[in-house]
Structure formats: structure tokens, C-alpha cells
């Protein structure tokens, strides 16, 4: 969610995903539907492991987010009562190989 050098057109494609999920909970909440938007750091895919090629830098699958890790909040959200609406959630790597 932060914009950095190099990146200007991914931050921005980032954020304009944020102001639709934003509109979009606004249009449909009375209908009882959630919107949830999940932004999750570095994680051990391959397309991470594809840009720490491009960055110059050594994978370390062990120090970033596994795939589990999102699954296990995305699965949080999806079983809360209907009382409640998570809306944002930044999961990062609790420690940064980057």
C-alpha cells in the first residue's frame, strides 16, 4: 500500500483496487454483503521468487509469508458472524528479507 521508486504503475493499480472494493462495500453492505480487501507482503510464491531474481536478491522462501498464512486470515474473515465486516488487512512477513 505504499508507492516506491520503479513501482509507480503497480502502486497505482494497487490503490485504484483499494477505491473499488471501498465503493463497492458502500453500494452493496445494505444488501448484507461484506467486502474484505487482503494486502499481503512478500510471500513464498513463485512469482516472488521472480522478482527477488529481478531485484538481485536471494529468495528466502523461510523469511517470507507462506501461501497458508493468507489462506488462514482469508479463511478468518470468511467464517466471522454476519455481525461483523472486516474491511482492510496488511499482513506482512514478520521477518523482512527485504
Known amino acids: ?3 516506491r521508486p520503479n513501482a509507480g504503475q503497480f502502486s497505482a493499480t494497487q490503490h485504484a ?7 463497492l462495500r458502500d453500494e452493496v453492505n445494505t444488501e448484507g ?15 516472488i521468487s521472480t522478482l527477488h531474481e529481478l531485484e538481485g536478491r536471494d529468495f528466502r ?12 486470515v482469508v479463511l478468518s474473515i470468511l467464517t466471522l458472524p454476519w455481525t461483523a465486516e472486516v474491511t ?3 499482513i506482512r ?3 523482512k528479507s527485504y
Open 1 to 3: 500500500m505504499n508507492a
Open 17 to 23: 483496487f483499494k477505491a473499488l472494493a471501498d465503493a
Open 33 to 47: 454483503v461484506r467486502i474484505s480487501s487482503v494486502f499481503p507482503g512478500r510471500t513464498a510464491t513463485a512469482r
Open 61 to 72: 522462501p523461510e523469511l517470507l509469508l507462506q501461501p497458508e498464512d493468507v489462506a488462514s
Open 93 to 95: 512477513p514478520m521477518l
Open 88 to 90: 482492510n488487512v496488511n
